[in-house]
C-alpha cells in the first residue's frame, strides 16, 4: 500500500506544472546570453593581464563590454568597475565612501537590502540616520532635507526599488536634495537596472549597483557605476585589474554575459514594462476577486511600484507557517522575502521596518518577460485551493 502511495504521489509531482514567479531573486538566463558566454569561454579564454595576444584578446572582450554598458547607461567606460554581483558593489561604494571620501554620517532607511544594512553597521564611528517611510515604504522627502540640513560630511543611501515590496525611490528628487546639501549619494538599483531605462546623468547619483542575473544574466557578476569626479582607493587588494580599483583575475565570461543581457533588456524594454505590468495588474485584481480580506505590502500603483515584484497578505489560516512549502508542492516557486535571508528565521526586516502585520502570511511573487498568463492563471488556482480552501475548513 505505501507503495503504491509514493507511485502515486511521484506521478502527480510530474504532472504538477512547474511556475517560477521568484524572479526577484534570480531570473533565468536568456538564451542570447548563453551562447555569447559559450563563445568567450571557447575562444577567448586568455588572462587579460597577460601581455600576449591571447591576454589582449581576452582584455578587448572586457573594455568593448564596459563600453557597452556605459553607453547604456549613459555613463562613460571608466565610470564602470566590474564586481562579482550587487552585494559586492553596495560593499564597495558604501565602504569606499567612509574610507576614502570622508563620511561620517550615513543616512539610510530600515529597508535597506542587507548588503546596504550591514555594510553600514560594520563603519565604525559612522553615524547612522533613518528617513521616515510610510506605511507603503515611501521615502519622506521633507524628513530627508530636515536630516541633510547639515554641515556633517554625509553619504545617502537609499535603495530605488524594495526587493520585498516593490516601491519606488523618487530617486531625481533625493539625487537634487543630495546635491542641494553636498551630500553623497548612493543607490542600490540591483531591482531595477535591466528593467528601467537608466540614465546617470538624469539621476546624477553618485553611485549605483548592479547584479547581472537579476535581468537574465549569469551570477557571479555585476558592476559598479563611479562617478568620474570621484576617487576611490581598492576594496579588494591583490592586483591593478579594473583601473586599480578591484585585484583578481576579471570574471570574462561573466562580463560579456552581463552586456549581452543588459543589451537585451534595453532593446525592447517599454514592451517588456507592458507585459510585465499586465500580468502584475491581473494577478492583484483575480487575487482580490478570489482571496477574501486579501491585502498587499508597499505600493500597487503602477508609478510608484516596481512591476516585477508582488508582495501578498494573505488571511490567517490554518498551517499558514506552511504556505510556502504547500505552494511549492503544487509546483509554484515564490519566496516569503528576500533570497539572501530565506535560510534565516528572523522574519522580513523590510515589513518590520514598514510596521506591517507580520503576524499574517505573505508571499512575493514576481515576474519576468517570459512568465505567461497562463503560469499566473496556474498560481492563482493553487492560491484559491491553499489558502482559500484552508479558511473555508
Given at each position: 500500500?505505501?507503495?503504491?502511495?509514493?507511485?502515486?504521489?511521484?506521478?502527480?509531482?510530474?504532472?504538477?506544472?512547474?511556475?517560477?514567479?521568484?524572479?526577484?531573486?534570480?531570473?533565468?538566463?536568456?538564451?542570447e546570453?548563453?551562447?555569447?558566454?559559450?563563445?568567450?569561454?571557447?575562444?577567448?579564454?586568455?588572462?587579460?593581464?597577460?601581455?600576449?595576444?591571447?591576454?589582449?584578446?581576452?582584455?578587448?572582450?572586457?573594455?568593448?563590454?564596459?563600453?557597452?554598458?556605459?553607453?547604456?547607461?549613459?555613463?562613460?567606460?571608466?565610470?564602470?568597475v566590474?564586481?562579482?554581483g550587487?552585494?559586492?558593489?553596495?560593499?564597495?561604494?558604501?565602504?569606499?565612501?567612509?574610507?576614502?571620501?570622508?563620511?561620517?554620517?550615513?543616512?539610510?532607511?530600515?529597508?535597506?537590502?542587507?548588503?546596504?544594512?550591514?555594510?553600514?553597521?560594520?563603519?565604525?564611528?559612522?553615524?547612522?540616520?533613518?528617513?521616515?517611510?510610510?506605511?507603503t515604504?515611501?521615502?519622506?522627502?521633507?524628513?530627508?532635507?530636515?536630516?541633510?540640513?547639515?554641515?556633517?560630511?554625509?553619504?545617502?543611501?537609499?535603495?530605488?526599488?524594495?526587493?520585498?515590496?516593490?516601491?519606488?525611490?523618487?530617486?531625481?528628487?533625493?539625487?537634487?536634495?543630495?546635491?542641494?546639501?553636498?551630500?553623497?549619494f548612493?543607490?542600490d538599483?540591483?531591482?531595477?537596472?535591466?528593467?528601467?531605462?537608466?540614465?546617470?546623468?538624469?539621476?546624477d547619483?553618485?553611485?549605483?549597483?548592479?547584479?547581472?542575473h537579476?535581468?537574465?544574466?549569469?551570477?557571479?557578476?555585476?558592476?559598479?557605476?563611479?562617478?568620474?569626479?570621484?576617487?576611490?582607493?581598492?576594496?579588494?587588494?591583490?592586483?591593478?585589474?579594473?583601473?586599480?580599483?578591484?585585484?583578481?583575475?576579471?570574471n570574462?565570461?561573466?562580463?560579456?554575459?552581463?552586456?549581452?543581457?543588459?543589451?537585451?533588456?534595453?532593446?525592447?524594454?517599454?514592451?517588456?514594462?507592458?507585459?510585465?505590468?499586465?500580468?502584475?495588474?491581473?494577478?492583484?485584481?483575480?487575487?482580490?476577486?478570489?482571496?477574501?480580506?486579501?491585502?498587499?505590502?508597499?505600493?500597487?500603483?503602477?508609478?510608484?511600484?516596481?512591476?516585477?515584484?508582488?508582495?501578498?497578505c494573505?488571511?490567517?489560516?490554518?498551517?499558514?507557517?506552511?504556505?510556502?512549502?504547500?505552494?511549492?508542492?503544487?509546483?509554484?516557486?515564490?519566496?516569503?522575502?528576500?533570497?539572501?535571508?530565506?535560510?534565516?528565521?528572523?522574519?522580513?526586516?523590510?515589513?518590520?521596518?514598514?510596521?506591517?502585520?507580520?503576524?499574517?502570511?505573505?508571499?512575493?511573487?514576481?515576474?519576468?518577460?517570459?512568465?505567461?498568463?497562463?503560469?499566473?492563471?496556474?498560481?492563482?488556482s493553487?492560491?484559491?485551493?491553499?489558502?482559500?480552501?484552508?479558511?473555508?475548513?
Amino acid at each position: 500500500m505505501g507503495y503504491s502511495l509514493d507511485l502515486r504521489t511521484f506521478a502527480n509531482q510530474i504532472l504538477t506544472m512547474k511556475v517560477y514567479l521568484d524572479n526577484a531573486a534570480t531570473t533565468p538566463m536568456a538564451p542570447e546570453v548563453i551562447e555569447r558566454m559559450v563563445d568567450v569561454m571557447k575562444n577567448h579564454y586568455g588572462n587579460p593581464s597577460s601581455i600576449h595576444g591571447f591576454g589582449r584578446d581576452a582584455k578587448a572582450v572586457i573594455e568593448i563590454a564596459r563600453r557597452e554598458v556605459g553607453k547604456l547607461i549613459n555613463a562613460e567606460p571608466k565610470e564602470i568597475v566590474f564586481t562579482s554581483g550587487g552585494t559586492e558593489a553596495d560593499n564597495m561604494a558604501i565602504t569606499c565612501a567612509v574610507k576614502d571620501l570622508s563620511v561620517t554620517r550615513i543616512i539610510s532607511s530600515p529597508i535597506e537590502h542587507h548588503a546596504v544594512v550591514h555594510s553600514i553597521e560594520n563603519m565604525n564611528g559612522v553615524k547612522l540616520e533613518h528617513v521616515r517611510l510610510s506605511q507603503t515604504g515611501v521615502v519622506d522627502l521633507a524628513h530627508l532635507e530636515e536630516l541633510l540640513d547639515s554641515d556633517e560630511k554625509t553619504l545617502v543611501t537609499l535603495m530605488h526599488a524594495n526587493n520585498e515590496i516593490g516601491t519606488l525611490l523618487d530617486i531625481k528628487a533625493v539625487s537634487k536634495l543630495c546635491k542641494k546639501y553636498n551630500a553623497l549619494f548612493h543607490s542600490d538599483t540591483v531591482q531595477t537596472m535591466g528593467h528601467y531605462k537608466i540614465d546617470v546623468k538624469e539621476i546624477d547619483a553618485d553611485f549605483i549597483t548592479c547584479g547581472a542575473h537579476k535581468f537574465h544574466g549569469p551570477k557571479g557578476v555585476g558592476f559598479l557605476y563611479v562617478n568620474k569626479e570621484i576617487n576611490l582607493s581598492p576594496l579588494i587588494q591583490g592586483g591593478s585589474q579594473e583601473r586599480g580599483l578591484r585585484g583578481g583575475t576579471e570574471n570574462i565570461t561573466g562580463i560579456a554575459g552581463l552586456a549581452e543581457a543588459l543589451k537585451l533588456a534595453n532593446s525592447d524594454i517599454e514592451e517588456h514594462i507592458s507585459h510585465v505590468q499586465g500580468l502584475k495588474t491581473y494577478m492583484i485584481a483575480e487575487l482580490k476577486k478570489k482571496v477574501p480580506g486579501v491585502e498587499f505590502h508597499g505600493e500597487t500603483d503602477p508609478e510608484k511600484s516596481l512591476y516585477t515584484v508582488l508582495n501578498v497578505c494573505f488571511p490567517d489560516f490554518e498551517n499558514k507557517s506552511m504556505l510556502l512549502f504547500l505552494l511549492d508542492l503544487d509546483g509554484i516557486a515564490c519566496s516569503g522575502g528576500s533570497a539572501c535571508t530565506s535560510g534565516s528565521n528572523t522574519g522580513s526586516h523590510v515589513l518590520r521596518g514598514i510596521k506591517a502585520d507580520t503576524n499574517r502570511p505573505n508571499a512575493r511573487f514576481s515576474f519576468s518577460r517570459y512568465t505567461t498568463k497562463k503560469e499566473v492563471d496556474y498560481a492563482l488556482s493553487v492560491i484559491e485551493k491553499v489558502v482559500v480552501g484552508a479558511l473555508v475548513q
